[in-house]
């Protein structure tokens, strides 16, 4: 089975910065598109930033020019840069993959734990 392990979240000051770790094990063929999603209290699930295959990278306007994504394939990792961090970025933050396993024919969608980012002074 595949399994998606995130670290990376914790307390930070306004301005300060975190980065986010997702790495993937099990038997995986390839990996279409990692991407990080965000849960706040009372608010429902958002995308912040996902890259493809292909290194296509789609950003959530709220942290354009803030956050970083990127990946390493050779890891089976993803990860998210957060730089400049508001208050209004605390949330519960989620890895997601869209992979083929090895063996299947069809993709399926994997989430991460969840690790919470809390963003206070």
């Known amino acids: 089975q595949v399994q ?3 670290s990376g979240g914790g307390l930070v000051q306004p301005g300060g910065s975190l980065r986010l770790s997702c790495a993937a094990s099990g038997s ?9 999603y965000r849960q706040a209290p009372g608010k429902q699930r958002e995308l912040v ?8 990278i789609n950003y959530a306007d709220s942290v354009k020019g803030r956050f970083t994504i990127s990946r390493d394939n050779a890891k ?9 961090l508001k ?7 989620y ?10 024919g069809t993709p399926g ?6 690790t919470q980012v809390t963003v206070s002074s």
């Not at 969608?109 to 969840?114: A, E, N, R, V």
């Open 109 to 114: 969608d994997y989430w991460g734990q969840g």
């Open 4 to 6: 998606l392990v995130e």
């Open 87 to 93: 208050p209004e970025d605390t949330a519960v933050y």
């Open 95 to 104: 890895c997601n993959m869209r992979l083929i396993r090895r063996w299947a």
């Open 28 to 36: 995986i063929y390839t990996i279409y598109t990692m991407g990080w």
């Open 49 to 56: 930033a996902d890259i493809t295959s292909a290194f296509n």
């Open 76 to 84: 089976n990792t993803v990860y998210l840069q957060m730089n400049s």
